[in-house]
C-alpha cells in the first residue's frame, strides 16, 4: 500500500500539487508523516486534532505523486516533520528509501534509541532533528515530560541529541518561546546547544491550543537577537534582572551589518529552512522572517531591552 504523505501547503502550491499563489515559496520542502500523534505535549494541535501543525496545513497526497512533483523543482532541502503513531519508524525508513535520491534530507523526530537514528541514516537520511521545546527541565516536565504522560525527560532528550550528534553531521533541536520560561534558561539553553554543535530553530508560541498566548513580539526580537549574536560571535556580554529577564544586550561592532537589515530576525534551525508563516499570519506581526527583511528591527528589540554596539551606542525604549 502507498504511503500518504502530508505536504504543507506552501510546498504543495510550490510542487503545483495546489493551484495558488505563495507571497514566499519555501526553499526546504515540508514534508508531515502522521496525522495523529499519541504524545499529549501542552502546545502542539496534532495531540487534539488532525490536519494542522502549528498554524499550517498539510493536505495529504500519496508518496509518489510527491516524489514525481520534487523531482521537477528545486528545494535546498526535504524536512520530513513525524507524529508519534504505531508503525511510524517502519513508515520513516520506508519514505527514507524513496527519497534518498534527494540531497539534505532531514527527519524530525522524538527522542529515539541509536540504533534506530544509525537506521535512518542508512535509509538516505542526511540529518536529524529532535526538539527541545522547553528552554528548562522544569518547562519541560511540565509542557513535553511526564506532567503530559509523555514519556520523555529532560536529560533523555540531551542523551538523544548527543547520539545523533555521533551519526549525523547536520542535528538540530527546537526551542519554543512563550511556554513560561525565564530569558536565562533561555540562554543557558542555547549556550548548551551550540556547545554541542546543534542547529537551534527557534519558534514562538503558536497558540493553537486554548488559553495559550504568543509571546510580546519585543521580548521575541530580543531573544532572537541574542541566539544570532551567540552563533555569530557578536555578543559580548547580557545582563539579566534577579527574576532572569534580559535587561541588556552589549554586542560588538559587527552587529550592525545584521542589525542594518535585520537579518538576525531571519527563521533560525537547519540549513536552508525558512518556515514561511509557520509561526503567524502572513498579515503579521511576523516572528521568523523567511527573508531579511532589509530594514532595521532594533526598535523592537529596544521595546524590550537595552542594546549597546561598539563602546558607547547605547539604546533602550524599555520600561
Not at 520534487?70 to 532541502?77: D, Q, S
Not at 546543534?198 to 508560541?205: K, P, S
Not at 552589549?250 to 531571519?266: I, Q
Request: net charge neutral; proline share 7%.
Amino acid at each position: 500500500m502507498e504511503l500518504e504523505i502530508g505536504v504543507s501547503y506552501g510546498t504543495a502550491v510550490k510542487l503545483g500539487l495546489i493551484r495558488a499563489s505563495a507571497i514566499y515559496p519555501p526553499n526546504t520542502a515540508y514534508l508531515l508523516l502522521g496525522r495523529k500523534c499519541v504524545n499529549n505535549c501542552a502546545y502542539c494541535s496534532l495531540a487534539r486534532r488532525e490536519n494542522t501543525l502549528s498554524r499550517v496545513l498539510w493536505p495529504p497526497f500519496p508518496l509518489g505523486m510527491v516524489r514525481e512533483a520534487l523531482e521537477k523543482v528545486k528545494f535546498t532541502r526535504i524536512c520530513v516533520q513525524t507524529a508519534d503513531y504505531p508503525g511510524m519508524e517502519e513508515d520513516l525508513l520506508r519514505l527514507g528509501g524513496e527519497l534518498s535520491k534527494f540531497p539534505n534530507l532531514t527527519a524530525s523526530v522524538s527522542p529515539r534509541p541509536r540504533a534506530f537514528l544509525s537506521e535512518l541514516r542508512d535509509s538516505g537520511f542526511t540529518g536529524v532533528g529532535i526538539a527541545l521545546d522547553a528552554a528548562s527541565e522544569r518547562i519541560f516536565e511540565a509542557v513535553r515530560g511526564r506532567g503530559v504522560g509523555n514519556p520523555f525527560t529532560w536529560e533523555g532528550t540531551w542523551r538523544a541529541l548527543a547520539e545523533a550528534r555521533g551519526i549525523f553531521e547536520d542535528v538540530a533541536t527546537h526551542l519554543i518561546v512563550g511556554l513560561g520560561e525565564s530569558d536565562v534558561e533561555l540562554y543557558d539553553t542555547i549556550r548548551r546547544a551550540l556547545d554541542m554543535g546543534l542547529h537551534i530553530g527557534l519558534f514562538a508560541l503558536t497558540p493553537v491550543v486554548p488559553g495559550m498566548e504568543a509571546p510580546d513580539l519585543g521580548r521575541y526580537r530580543t531573544v532572537q537577537l541574542l541566539l544570532h549574536a551567540l552563533k555569530h560571535d557578536y555578543l559580548e556580554d547580557v545582563e539579566f534582572s534577579d527574576s532572569g529577564r534580559i535587561l541588556e544586550l552589549r554586542l560588538r561592532r559587527s552587529a550592525w551589518k545584521f542589525l542594518r537589515d535585520g537579518s538576525f530576525a531571519v527563521t533560525s534551525g537547519c540549513p536552508g529552512c525558512d518556515r514561511p508563516f509557520y509561526n503567524e499570519r502572513p498579515s503579521g506581526p511576523i516572528y521568523n522572517f523567511p527573508r531579511a527583511p532589509g530594514r532595521p528591527l532594533l526598535s523592537e528589540v529596544t521595546l524590550y531591552a537595552r542594546v549597546c554596539v561598539g563602546s558607547g551606542d547605547c539604546w533602550s525604549t524599555a520600561p
